[in-house]
Protein backbone atom coordinates (compact mmCIF):
# COMPACT_ATOMS: atom_id res chain seq x y z
CA UNK A 1 0.00 0.00 0.00
CA UNK A 2 1.26 3.57 -0.74
CA UNK A 3 0.72 6.40 1.36
CA UNK A 4 2.18 9.40 -0.87
CA UNK A 5 2.16 10.24 -4.39
CA UNK A 6 4.35 13.07 -5.84
CA UNK A 7 4.31 13.87 -9.40
CA UNK A 8 7.80 15.76 -10.88
CA UNK A 9 6.25 18.46 -13.35
CA UNK A 10 3.70 15.61 -14.70
CA UNK A 11 2.62 15.83 -18.87
CA UNK A 12 0.10 13.80 -20.38
CA UNK A 13 0.85 14.11 -23.71
CA UNK A 14 2.03 16.78 -26.88
CA UNK A 15 -1.08 18.85 -26.25
CA UNK A 16 -4.84 18.02 -25.31
CA UNK A 17 -5.43 16.56 -28.49
CA UNK A 18 -2.51 14.54 -28.57
CA UNK A 19 -2.24 12.61 -25.10
CA UNK A 20 -0.78 9.73 -24.02
CA UNK A 21 -2.05 6.34 -24.75
CA UNK A 22 -3.40 5.34 -22.41
CA UNK A 23 -4.26 9.06 -21.40
CA UNK A 24 -4.23 9.77 -17.52
CA UNK A 25 -5.75 12.56 -17.46
CA UNK A 26 -9.81 12.55 -17.46
CA UNK A 27 -10.67 16.19 -17.06
CA UNK A 28 -12.87 15.82 -14.17
CA UNK A 29 -12.32 17.79 -11.34
CA UNK A 30 -11.44 15.58 -8.01
CA UNK A 31 -11.31 12.40 -10.30
CA UNK A 32 -8.16 10.69 -9.11
CA UNK A 33 -8.89 7.93 -6.41
CA UNK A 34 -5.52 7.46 -4.83
CA UNK A 35 -6.71 7.34 -1.24
CA UNK A 36 -3.08 9.31 -0.32
CA UNK A 37 -1.21 12.37 0.09
CA UNK A 38 -0.80 14.03 -3.62
CA UNK A 39 2.24 16.55 -4.04
CA UNK A 40 2.01 18.35 -7.88
CA UNK A 41 5.38 20.04 -8.17
CA UNK A 42 4.96 22.44 -11.41
CA UNK A 43 7.41 25.39 -13.61
CA UNK A 44 6.13 28.37 -14.53
CA UNK A 45 7.58 28.09 -17.65
CA UNK A 46 6.88 25.06 -18.85
CA UNK A 47 3.99 25.84 -20.94
CA UNK A 48 5.91 28.91 -22.84
CA UNK A 49 7.84 27.45 -26.11
CA UNK A 50 11.42 27.84 -25.74
CA UNK A 51 11.19 28.99 -29.95
CA UNK A 52 8.48 29.25 -32.56
CA UNK A 53 10.10 25.88 -33.55
CA UNK A 54 9.35 23.62 -30.81
CA UNK A 55 6.19 23.09 -28.86
CA UNK A 56 6.35 23.80 -25.04
CA UNK A 57 7.24 20.77 -22.91
CA UNK A 58 4.63 20.76 -20.55
CA UNK A 59 1.70 21.94 -22.71
CA UNK A 60 -1.23 23.99 -20.87
CA UNK A 61 -4.53 21.67 -20.66
CA UNK A 62 -1.61 18.53 -20.10
CA UNK A 63 0.20 19.76 -17.65
CA UNK A 64 0.85 20.19 -13.52
CA UNK A 65 -2.36 22.40 -13.36
CA UNK A 66 -4.42 19.36 -14.73
CA UNK A 67 -2.53 16.85 -13.05
CA UNK A 68 -3.38 18.84 -9.71
CA UNK A 69 -7.34 19.89 -10.67
CA UNK A 70 -8.07 16.14 -10.49
CA UNK A 71 -6.63 15.31 -7.26
CA UNK A 72 -8.79 14.63 -4.03
CA UNK A 73 -7.79 16.09 -0.39
CA UNK A 74 -5.35 15.59 0.72
CA UNK A 75 -3.25 17.08 -1.85
CA UNK A 76 -0.59 20.33 -2.71
CA UNK A 77 0.42 21.76 -5.40
CA UNK A 78 3.62 24.23 -5.54
CA UNK A 79 4.65 25.94 -9.32
CA UNK A 80 8.49 27.65 -9.43
CA UNK A 81 7.39 30.40 -11.38
CA UNK A 82 10.32 31.17 -13.13
CA UNK A 83 11.91 27.89 -14.25
CA UNK A 84 11.01 25.23 -16.86
CA UNK A 85 10.20 21.64 -17.50
CA UNK A 86 14.04 19.97 -17.30
CA UNK A 87 14.93 22.65 -14.55
CA UNK A 88 15.32 19.93 -12.05
CA UNK A 89 17.88 17.95 -13.96
CA UNK A 90 21.84 18.04 -13.27
CA UNK A 91 23.22 20.84 -14.85
CA UNK A 92 25.34 18.18 -16.85
CA UNK A 93 22.94 15.93 -18.56
CA UNK A 94 24.65 13.16 -20.97
CA UNK A 95 23.45 11.58 -24.07
CA UNK A 96 21.51 12.87 -27.13
CA UNK A 97 18.75 13.23 -24.60
CA UNK A 98 20.42 15.18 -21.81
CA UNK A 99 21.53 17.39 -24.17
CA UNK A 100 18.41 18.04 -25.95
CA UNK A 101 16.94 19.17 -21.93
CA UNK A 102 18.86 22.22 -22.31
CA UNK A 103 17.65 23.21 -25.78
CA UNK A 104 14.39 21.87 -26.00
CA UNK A 105 12.40 23.42 -22.74
CA UNK A 106 11.98 26.89 -21.81
CA UNK A 107 14.52 27.05 -19.06
CA UNK A 108 15.10 29.57 -16.22
CA UNK A 109 18.49 30.84 -15.42
CA UNK A 110 20.20 28.24 -13.66
CA UNK A 111 18.89 24.69 -12.73
CA UNK A 112 20.41 24.57 -9.32
CA UNK A 113 17.55 26.82 -7.36
CA UNK A 114 14.69 24.42 -9.10
CA UNK A 115 16.57 21.31 -7.53
CA UNK A 116 16.84 22.78 -4.00
CA UNK A 117 13.44 23.41 -4.27
CA UNK A 118 12.09 20.72 -5.71
CA UNK A 119 14.02 18.15 -3.34
CA UNK A 120 13.69 20.13 -0.30
CA UNK A 121 9.47 20.33 -1.00
CA UNK A 122 9.67 16.23 -1.54
CA UNK A 123 11.56 15.85 1.59
CA UNK A 124 9.01 17.68 3.54
CA UNK A 125 5.89 16.63 1.87
CA UNK A 126 7.31 12.50 2.79
CA UNK A 127 8.16 13.81 6.12
CA UNK A 128 4.83 14.77 6.66
CA UNK A 129 2.92 11.90 5.15
CA UNK A 130 5.08 9.14 6.29
CA UNK A 131 6.01 10.63 9.85
CA UNK A 132 3.57 13.38 10.67
CA UNK A 133 5.93 16.30 10.72
CA UNK A 134 4.59 18.93 9.05
CA UNK A 135 6.69 21.78 10.33
CA UNK A 136 8.69 22.05 7.13
CA UNK A 137 5.74 21.41 4.92
CA UNK A 138 3.76 24.15 6.55
CA UNK A 139 6.69 26.50 6.70
CA UNK A 140 7.28 26.20 2.84
CA UNK A 141 3.38 26.58 2.55
CA UNK A 142 3.32 29.68 4.67
CA UNK A 143 6.89 31.13 3.56
CA UNK A 144 8.43 31.60 6.77
CA UNK A 145 11.86 30.36 4.99
CA UNK A 146 13.62 31.96 2.51
CA UNK A 147 13.00 29.67 -0.72
CA UNK A 148 15.83 29.42 -3.93
CA UNK A 149 12.34 29.98 -6.12
CA UNK A 150 9.49 31.96 -6.16
CA UNK A 151 6.34 30.11 -5.98
CA UNK A 152 2.79 29.72 -6.37
CA UNK A 153 0.95 27.25 -4.03
CA UNK A 154 -2.24 25.49 -3.63
CA UNK A 155 -3.78 22.82 -1.60
CA UNK A 156 -6.99 21.06 -0.72
CA UNK A 157 -6.19 19.92 3.06
Do not use: Q
Amino acid sequence: RFSALIGVNPVDGMDKGKKTTPPVLTYVPNSFDFDMAVMVIGSGLGEVKRNPLFPPCAPKGVNHENFFNECKKPAWYFVAKDYGHSDMLDDDTKGIRGKATNCLCKNGESRKPMRRFVGGVIVAFLKAYLHDDNEDLLTIRDRHVSLPVEIKFDSFL
